[in-house]
C-alpha cells in the first residue's frame, strides 16, 4: 500500500496571505521566474476541496494520504489573514469525511494556545484526527515546556506527533525548526511516536539522521524533497541512501507536502523517484531494495498508524 504521510488542504485564505506572499517571493528567487507569473499560478496550488488531490493520488497510484492544517494564527504577520485554526480542522475533516477510504486527518494546534489540549483532544475524539502535527516555525521550540501537555495528552491519545523541521519561508521562524530541539522530546517521552517531517530538509538531515538514530521512536518524513529530487537528483538519492543506512529504513516515509510543490514536481514524478531511481543514482551505484522501497512507499506508515 503506498501511503502519503504528509499533505494539506490549502487555499487563498488557509493558511492565510502572508505565507502566500513569502512562498511567491521565495519561489520567484528559486526559479528566476517574475513574481507576478508566479502569483497567477497559485491557484493551481490552491484546493480546498481535496478533488485535485484525489486526482494527483490517482494518478501517482497512492491508495492513501493524511492531510492536516497548519496552525500559524500566533505568527504575529499572519494574525490579520488566517482562518480560524478550528474552522480549518472542519474543512479537513469534512473533506476526509467525503473519502473515507482514501483521507485521513492529523490535528494542528499550536500549543500555546490557552485551550490547545482540548481542541486536540476534541479533534481526535470528534473530527476522528489520528495524530497531531506541531509546527514550531510559529515560533517555540518543542522541547519547550509549555507543549509538553501536547504530548501527554497525544501519549493518553495513542496517537503519533509529527514536527516540523527544516527552514521555512519568511515570515516564519526557523532556528526552532532544527531536529535537535526534537531529542529532549524523544529522551522524555520514549513511548511516543515522534515524526520528524521533513527530516530537517537538506540543511538539517544530518541532525535530524542523528537524532532518529539513537531514539526508536523517532520516524523521518521525506515530503519537501521534491526540489532537490528534481533539481540535483544525485544528491538527493545520496541522502537517501545515507538516511537509510543511518536510521534505517522502517523509520522513513514518503510524503509529498501538497500542495505547495506540485507544480515543481507532481505527486506521480515524485512517487516514481523513489519507485524507479534516475539513472544518475545506478550510474553512481546508489541502489535501494524493493523492501526499502515498499516500506518507505507506505508500509511503515500502515504500521505506525494501523491502516
Ligand atoms: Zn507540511
Not at 88 to 117: G, K, S, W, Y
Not at 292 to 307: F, P
Request: glycine residues 6%; charged residues 25%; negative net charge.
Amino acid at each position: 500500500m503506498k501511503v502519503d504521510i504528509h499533505a494539506h488542504l490549502m487555499g487563498e485564505e488557509v493558511p492565510g496571505k502572508a505565507f502566500w506572499d513569502g512562498f511567491t517571493r521565495l519561489a520567484a528567487v528559486h526559479t528566476g521566474r517574475d513574481e507576478e507569473r508566479i502569483r497567477q499560478r497559485l491557484p493551481d496550488i490552491w484546493d480546498l476541496t481535496g478533488e485535485r488531490l484525489i486526482a494527483d493520488l490517482d494518478d501517482a497510484g497512492v491508495e492513501k494520504v493524511m492531510i492536516m492544517p497548519v496552525d500559524w494564527g500566533l505568527v504575529p504577520a499572519f494574525k490579520e489573514s488566517t482562518m480560524e485554526i478550528w474552522d480549518q480542522h472542519l474543512i479537513h475533516a469534512e473533506v476526509a469525511r467525503q473519502h473515507p477510504d482514501r483521507m485521513i486527518t492529523f490535528a494542528c494546534f499550536d500549543p500555546r494556545r490557552p485551550n490547545a489540549v482540548e481542541l486536540l483532544e476534541r479533534a481526535v475524539t470528534e473530527l476522528g484526527a489520528v495524530g497531531l502535527k506541531i509546527h514550531p516555525a510559529a515560533g517555540f521550540f518543542p522541547n519547550e515546556r509549555i507543549v509538553y501537555p501536547m504530548y501527554e495528552k497525544a501519549m493518553e491519545l495513542g496517537i503519533p506527533v509529527m514536527v516540523h523541521t527544516g527552514p521555512e519561508p519568511k515570515p516564519l521562524y526557523s532556528r526552532h525548526c532544527q531536529p535537535v530541539y526534537v531529542d529532549d522530546v524523544a529522551a522524555d517521552f520514549p513511548d511516543l511516536n515522534i515524526i520528524l517531517a521533513h527530516a530537517g530538509l537538506s540543511a538539517w538531515w544530518q541532525e535530524a539522521a542523528g537524532v532518529a538514530s539513537v531514539a526508536p521512536n523517532v520516524f523521518l518524513d521525506i515530503s519537501g524533497w521534491q526540489p532537490v529530487a528534481r533539481l540535483r537528483p544525485l544528491e538527493f538519492y545520496a541522502t537517501l541512501r545515507s538516511l537509510i543506512d543511518t536510521v534505517g529504513a522502517k523509520r522513513i516515509m514518503w510524503g509529498s507536502d501538497y500542495p505547495a510543490l506540485r507544480l515543481l514536481m507532481p505527486e506521480a514524478d515524485w512517487a516514481k523517484a523513489i519507485v524507479e531511481p534516475a539513472e544518475v543514482a545506478q550510474e553512481k551505484g546508489i541502489s535501494f531494495s524493493e523492501e526499502e522501497v515498499a516500506a518507505i512507499m507506505g508500509d511503515n506508515a500502515a504500521r505506525l498508524l494501523s491502516l
